[in-house]
């Protein structure tokens, strides 16, 4: 068995082992969907420092927003204000590693499918009714042209709900591949959010 096929039996099994264990602890159902687009980041520097001014530079002249820059996920609340989320997303790399506006683009796919635990801060903060931040970690497995590799993933976002069952869901992570001489990244991704089959959304916390 090669290398990527071990790769992506692992995530499937962890995929399918935390489905399990979600549908076990929560009989209600609570779960959500939702869609939309996402943005890569290729990340170029190698030391910390320069990893946060990369992120915080507010430079968009590296970012990769090509082909069907699509990103899906669903997710389900556990308690106490844990949550898990499945997400895949695909996108198209012409901006990659190093890249300078004086070198000619690549064009590699990129594609990605990954598990969160999030954590909702509101649990710590108090309710707001409608605005909902988040931190989350977890890991998947993502291609980048022919490099692919499990990943370790860490970040956070937010919702904005307009009404209680739709919002806006917002989020940026930092993926860090496990593989050597594979690709660091940045995403960050915007869409919408749904619930599916709950209560009340101001209500679940007093359910667990």
Same mark, same amino acid.
């Given at each position: 068995?090669?290398? %990527? ?6 995530? /499937?099994?962890?995929?399918? $082992? ?14 959500? *969907?939702?869609?939309?687009f996402? *943005? ?15 992120? $915080?530079?507010g430079?968009i ?9 699509f990103?899906?996920f &669903? ?12 997400? &895949?997303?695909?996108n198209?790399?012409k ?6 506006s004086?070198l000619?683009? *690549?064009d590699?796919?990129f594609f990605?499918?990954?598990?969160? $635990?999030?954590y ?8 707001t009714?409608w /605005?909902?931040p988040f931190? $989350?970690?977890g ?6 042209? %022919?490099?692919s ?9 937010f919702?904005i709900? *307009? ?21 660091? /990244? /940045?995403?960050?991704s915007?869409?919408?959010?749904f ?12 359910n667990f």
């Amino acid at each position: 068995m090669n290398y %990527k096929l071990k790769q992506l039996l692992l995530v /499937f099994c962890c995929l399918h $082992l935390c489905c399990n264990i979600l549908y076990a602890q929560n009989e209600d159902n609570k779960w959500v *969907i939702g869609g939309g687009f996402n *943005i890569v980041d290729i990340r170029t520097p190698s030391t910390l420092k320069g990893v946060l001014e990369d992120y $915080l530079n507010g430079s968009i002249e590296d970012l990769n927003m090509n082909g069907a820059f699509f990103r899906v996920f &669903a997710g389900r609340h556990l308690k106490k204000g844990f949550s898990i989320q499945l997400a &895949a997303s695909s996108n198209k790399i012409k901006k990659g590693y190093a890249y300078s506006s004086s070198l000619p683009e *690549i064009d590699n796919d990129f594609f990605t499918i990954d598990t969160k $635990l999030k954590y909702d801060l509101n649990y710590i903060f108090g309710e707001t009714k409608w /605005f909902d931040p988040f931190i $989350l970690g977890g890991m998947g497995y993502s291609s980048i042209g %022919k490099n692919s590799a499990v990943s370790l993933s860490a970040g956070y976002g937010f919702n904005i709900w *307009i009404s209680d069952t739709v919002g806006l869901n917002f989020q940026s992570d930092y993926n860090h591949h496990l593989k050597l001489n594979a690709n660091d /990244f /940045f995403q960050h991704s915007a869409g919408v959010i749904f619930k599916i089959n709950s209560r009340k959304r101001f209500n679940w916390n007093k359910n667990f």
